[in-house]
């Protein structure tokens, strides 16, 4: 094995920690904000079906990097001030909350009305038709979209190497630089990236199976 071979790898497994961890409170912050969205589409106020439109039509409407960028270059002029790794997650969690409020919403949604009519002629009042009768429906068929967005917010933290995190992406970078500076411009570019796209390709790979074998689980 080449001597520059494991002094990368081990760097990068460094920066491939923060970048899970980076995708983990990501996809807790977007879950989160996933139920409060769905929430106030099934709400009877009409000004709080509005405010869950308002949020999933903007955060949708704009690209990730752009909102990524925003909190970390813009807030701090108002006196928001983040690191990058909280601004990675803030950034991020906004975004993937809005599409992962519709896809909250949208399994809601699909439940006919007439199956919570059936379950109040039966004696349940609202909240136990919706407990028990409604939201079980709803999860099952909101997992496997879900489990597909949770792929979307993994390959979305390559971003946050933009405003300064040393993830997956920016320790490749960085050992690349560094590489060509020392190795006689042998930068070993190709090899590195490969190795990144490798361990992306993994992760992503694994949570589209996974999704794929939810879907075909609940099919039957």
Do not use: K
Not at 87 to 108: H, K, M, P, Q, T
Not at 132 to 145: C, E
Not at 182 to 191: D, N, T
Request: with cysteine.
């Amino acid at each position: 094995m080449n001597n520059w071979v494991w002094p990368i790898v081990v760097y990068l497994g460094q920066g491939l920690l923060i970048t899970l961890w980076i995708s983990l409170l990501t996809v807790v912050l977007a879950t989160m904000l996933g139920l409060v969205i769905a929430a106030l589409s099934q709400s009877t106020l009409t000004s709080a079906r509005l405010i869950g439109r308002i949020y999933v039509d903007v955060f949708r409407g704009v690209p990730s990097l752009m909102i990524l960028l925003f909190v970390f270059f813009a807030l701090p002029q108002i006196g928001l001030r983040t690191g990058p790794l909280t601004a990675a997650v803030i950034g991020l969690g906004l975004w993937g909350g809005a599409n992962i409020g519709e896809v909250f919403r949208g399994a809601l949604n699909s439940i006919p009305h007439r199956q919570e009519q059936g379950a109040r002629a039966l004696g349940l009042s609202a909240t136990e038709a919706l407990v028990f009768v409604i939201l079980p429906q709803a999860f099952r068929r909101a997992l496997p979209p879900y489990v597909g967005q949770l792929t979307v917010l993994v390959q979305a933290s390559a971003l946050t190497s933009v405003v300064g995190v040393s993830d997956l992406l920016g320790s490749a970078r960085q050992m690349i630089e560094r590489l060509a500076y020392v190795g006689s411009g042998q930068s070993h570019a190709i090899e590195i990236y490969l190795g990144v796209l490798g361990v992306f390709f993994v992760i992503c790979y694994a949570l589209t199976a996974l999704a794929n074998a939810i879907e075909r689980r609940l099919r039957y």
